[in-house]
Structures are given as structure tokens and as C-alpha cells.
């Protein structure tokens, strides 16, 4: 019989941030995938209720902040726009946009051409990945660690 090693004492980290071991006390069924809520233990509901969204993606929420109109669609602009409302000055929010628009405007494009405008569609943003995202186990196929 295997024993579950949670900790490895060569890599500090992982000593330092143990495992949670009570998660069920404030959440129930933790380890159940949830696809439209964030749940942590410091908020077991998952985002509150005035972000929260039941018919978009975690994932797709995380962009919300960058879809000002809530039309679905993210602009250059509105991406440029998001990182000055999170304290980025102009020339970092100038640089992210076109590494953003350039990865993410294709893959969530409703048709085989690509945008012109280079704009992010929030319906398929499922289909964007990020580069780190190794498809190896622990992987969820939404991107995410399933066990972060």
C-alpha cells in the first residue's frame, strides 16, 4: 500500500504550505470540480455575488473585468483599459496588449478567419490556453491545476 507524500523537505515550499487537510469543514464536496464558481476556503460560495456569473466559465469571469460593456467581446482598447484600472502605467498596458490580443484573438475567433480588430470572443474563450498549460496530469482540461 502506497502512502500519499504530500511534502517533500528538500523542497521548502511545500513544507511551508502544507496540504489542506480540513477543506470539507468549510466546503462541501471539495473535490468536486465546480465550472462556474471559484470556491476557496475563504469564500466557500465562490466569487460574490455581484461579480459572480452563472452562465460564464471561472475563466471566463476572470476576463469580465476586461469586457466593460458586458457585450461579450474584448477589445484592444478595453484590455488597455483594464491594466490602468489595475495600477499598470500606460507603456506596460501598451506592451500586454498586443501579446494578449495576439494569442488569445485567434483561438476564440467565431469563424475560421481571424479578427482584423483582434478581438477576444468571451463565448469561446474555452479555447484559449496559455503556453504553460503542458496538457501533462494535474492539468485540468479548462488550464487549471485541479488540485491548486
Known sequence: MSTVVSSIPTVPVTVQRPVPTDLDKDIPH?????????????NPNGSPANLAREDHTVMQQHADFF????????????????????GFG????TLAVPF???SF???SCPTILPDPFFRIY???FHRCKHGSDSGAPGDGPDGHCKSA
Open 30 to 42: 471539495p473535490g468536486v470540480p465546480r465550472a462556474n464558481k471559484a470556491v476557496s476556503k475563504e
Open 67 to 86: 469586457d466593460r460593456d458586458q457585450d461579450g467581446v474584448i477589445w484592444p482598447w478595453d484590455t488597455y483599459i483594464g491594466f490602468r484600472r489595475l
Open 105 to 107: 484573438s485567434y483561438p
Open 122 to 124: 468571451l463565448k469561446n
Open 100 to 102: 494578449i490580443h495576439g
Open 90 to 93: 500606460r507603456v506596460i498596458s
